[in-house]
């Protein structure tokens, strides 16, 4: 059957497992329900063709185009697809675990509740493909340009994104567990309500992301990771090293800053109004100049105030540090 031309034919549940299909027009086919497992694909057609619950497990699709095909609840496990095309495609609730995507096109393709785990997806394609509760679990994304995607309530656990770009992109509830995001930039990138457990975000780009109500406590930060313009609303550091990580003009009210020590932590212009501080708290030269404490639960039991720097601070009680001869919050809570 290589070559032949089966465009618009109604295939619809026929078993065409182990097939030789290669380089076949299948424009607008009607496969759905269809056994196509292990059968050869190789550069075949199969644009705006409907493959709704076929089984391609184990096929052979290196470049197949699958331009606007209907996929819904197929399975293509253990598939070859390098190169492949699903620009536009429909993939929801599709099963492509351990799949070779290398090189394959998502553009603008729907993978709501796509299944991709343990996949190879070096070089895929994914601008302004709809994502919504895909599993990128445990997967090897390395250096991968992902920007402005939506991504709400995916799973990356366990995949490694050392040095990716996810700038911009919608990542609320995601699931970070485990994931390594390495010198990632996930600028202005909102991951509001996400896991972070065991997530290593060690020299990541954080800056002006949304990260209200997250638990960081067991997440793996260090002095690169930047937190600058982000918003930390609500967001639990508590008992965390966070020494030299830098702040700056960070929204963090109603942080939970409670036996966390912020050593030369720069917090520079900060808003930390309603700032939970208690006598484990490290404030040793952090700067907090410009910074607002408005309210901040305990700031006078933390430890080494002396050795903060202030400066137009606004304290707890409400005065400015300047006002005081000794500019200083210390005392002024």
Request: hydrophobic fraction near 40%; aromatic fraction near 4%; charge should be negative.
């Amino acid at each position: 059957m290589e070559d032949c031309n089966l465009s618009r034919e109604r295939l619809g549940g026929k078993d065409l497992s182990g097939a030789n299909l290669r380089n076949a027009n299948l424009t607008g086919a009607i496969l759905d329900g269809a056994n196509l497992s292990g059968a050869n694909l190789t550069s075949a057609v199969m644009t705006n063709a409907d493959l709704t619950e076929a089984d391609l497990s184990d096929a052979i699709m290196v470049g197949v185009n699958f331009r606007g095909a209907d996929l819904t609840d197929a399975v293509l496990d253990n598939a070859d697809l390098e190169k492949a095309d699903f620009s536009d495609a429909i993939l929801e609730d599709a099963s492509l675990r351990n799949t070779n995507l290398m090189d394959a096109k998502f553009i603008g393709a729907e993978m709501k509740g796509a299944n991709l785990d343990s996949a190879i997806v070096i070089g895929i394609r994914l601008l302004d493909a709809e994502m919504r509760g895909v599993a990128f679990t445990n997967l090897m994304m390395d250096r991968m340009i992902i920007e402005d995607a939506k991504m709400v309530a995916v799973d990356l656990s366990g995949t490694s994104l050392i040095d990716a770009s996810l700038d911009g992109s919608d990542l609320r509830i995601a699931n970070l567990t485990d994931a390594i995001l390495i010198d990632a930039s996930l600028e202005g990138t909102d991951l509001s309500g996400s896991t972070l457990v065991n997530t290593n975000l060690e020299g990541a780009n954080l800056e002006k992301a949304d990260l209200e109500d997250i638990d960081f406590t067991q997440a793996i930060l260090d002095r690169d990771t930047d937190f600058t313009m982000a918003k930390l609303q609500g967001s639990d550091f508590s008992g965390m090293d966070l020494d030299d990580i830098t702040f700056e003009y960070a929204d963090m009210d109603d942080v939970d800053f409670s036996g966390a020590s912020l050593k030369d932590a720069d917090l520079y212009g900060a808003s930390l109004q309603d700032a939970i501080f208690n006598k484990r708290t490290n404030l040793d030269e952090a700067d907090l100049r410009k910074a607002d404490l408005e309210d901040a639960e305990d700031l006078d039991e933390a430890r080494k105030l002396s050795g903060v720097q202030w400066g137009d601070t606004t304290c707890p009680d409400g005065s400015n540090s300047d006002d005081y001869p000794e500019v200083t919050c210390e005392y002024h809570s």
